[in-house]
């Protein structure tokens, strides 16, 4: 944990009396108010100061939280090298992969549909099957049901067979 | 919203247009938003296209057809989607038996 606070001291070096109570954003308009009474005082270089470095810091917030969001908007990022947005993109479809996989959902979307017919309106405007084929259909597939329940497998070798003795 | 001219279908009840991963692009009639008959029919689609027709596969599947009663739904495919009509279902003969 202590390394952890180190990379936080550097941050508030530029605010004298900062304690883990200040906040990083709020004082913007005191700043503000701050800085027009040090015009009229005239001692406002240190305050000056003061007030760049928690501009560049404020700076510093904001393009790192930039690069952590991904901005699902826009196409192109502004922060990620082509490259590494590819790395990105596989790494992220492997993990779906990934996950999917173990979800025991193992079915990764596939298009598996043939290219089809070329006027469906047609098609589906033709007349409809007729009720003679619709018969001829259920008669056979009853019929291959049944048959289907009725296999039974028969016994008549052993299945473990002594050679030669 | 386009309506593929799914709507001239003599019979005509409701239509569904459906991308290849089963959302709906295009619905109407008794069909509109009808999700869970969508949901359905994709399965069903899609395990009917993987079906040989014949052993050497140059005949594909034209159209599907499933009828409830005195309802026919038929679907085809095409450039992708997948086109369903739920018509009435009016056989053109007399039952022969």
Do not use: W
């Given at each position: 944990?202590?390394?952890?606070?180190?990379?936080?001291?550097?941050?508030?070096?530029?605010?004298?009396?900062?304690?883990?109570?200040?906040?990083?954003?709020?004082?913007?308009?005191?700043?503000?108010?701050?800085?027009?009474?040090?015009?009229?005082?005239?001692?406002?270089?240190?305050?000056?100061?003061?007030?760049?470095?928690?501009?560049?810091?404020?700076?510093?917030?904001?393009?790192?939280?930039?690069?952590?969001?991904?901005?699902?908007?826009?196409?192109?990022?502004?922060?990620?090298?082509?490259?590494?947005?590819?790395?990105?993109?596989?790494?992220?479809?492997?993990?779906?992969?990934?996950?999917?996989?173990?979800?025991?959902?193992?079915?990764?979307?596939?298009?598996?549909?043939?290219?089809?017919?070329?006027?469906?309106?047609?098609?589906?405007?033709?007349?409809?099957?007729?009720?003679?084929?619709?018969?001829?259909?259920?008669?056979?597939?009853?019929?291959?049901?049944?048959?289907?329940?009725?296999?039974?497998?028969?016994?008549?070798?052993?299945?473990?067979?002594?050679?030669?003795? | 919203m386009a309506t593929y001219g799914m709507d001239?279908?003599?019979?005509?009840?409701?239509?569904?247009?459906?991308?290849?991963?089963?959302?709906?692009?295009?619905?109407?009639?008794?069909?509109?938003?009808?999700?869970?008959?969508?949901?359905?029919?994709?399965?069903?689609?899609?395990?009917?296209?993987?079906?040989?027709?014949?052993?050497?596969?140059?005949?594909?599947?034209?159209?599907?057809?499933?009828?409830?009663?005195?309802?026919?739904?038929?679907?085809?495919?095409?450039?992708?989607?997948?086109?369903?009509?739920?018509?009435?279902?009016?056989?053109?003969?007399?039952?022969?038996?």
């Open positions: 944990m202590g390394c952890c606070f180190s990379s936080d001291e550097d941050k508030d070096v530029g605010i004298p009396n900062a304690s883990e109570r200040t906040p990083l954003l709020d004082p913007g308009q005191a700043d503000h108010i701050q800085q027009i009474q040090g015009a009229r005082s005239g001692s406002t270089y240190s305050q000056q100061n003061q007030k760049g470095d928690e501009q560049s810091e404020f700076n510093r917030i904001l393009r790192q939280t930039a690069i952590n969001v991904i901005d699902v908007t826009s196409t192109e990022s502004q922060n990620l090298e082509q490259g590494e947005m590819q790395d990105r993109a596989t790494q992220y479809s492997n993990r779906l992969n990934m996950v999917l996989s173990g979800s025991g959902k193992s079915r990764v979307y596939r298009p598996n549909l043939p290219n089809g017919i070329t006027s469906p309106q047609m098609t589906l405007s033709a007349p409809p099957v007729s009720l003679s084929d619709l018969q001829l259909i259920n008669d056979f597939s009853e019929k291959l049901a049944s048959a289907a329940r009725e296999i039974k497998i028969e016994h008549k070798e052993s299945l473990v067979v002594t050679f030669g003795v | 001239r279908v003599p019979d005509y009840l409701g239509y569904l247009v459906l991308a290849e991963d089963g959302a709906v692009i295009s619905s109407g009639g008794e069909l509109e938003n009808d999700e869970s008959t969508a949901n359905k029919l994709n399965k069903l689609i899609h395990t009917a296209c993987r079906i040989p027709i014949t052993p050497d596969k140059k005949d594909v599947l034209r159209r599907m057809s499933i009828v409830v009663d005195d309802v026919i739904f038929m679907v085809t495919v095409s450039q992708h989607k997948i086109f369903v009509s739920k018509r009435q279902y009016n056989p053109q003969e007399p039952v022969s038996t």
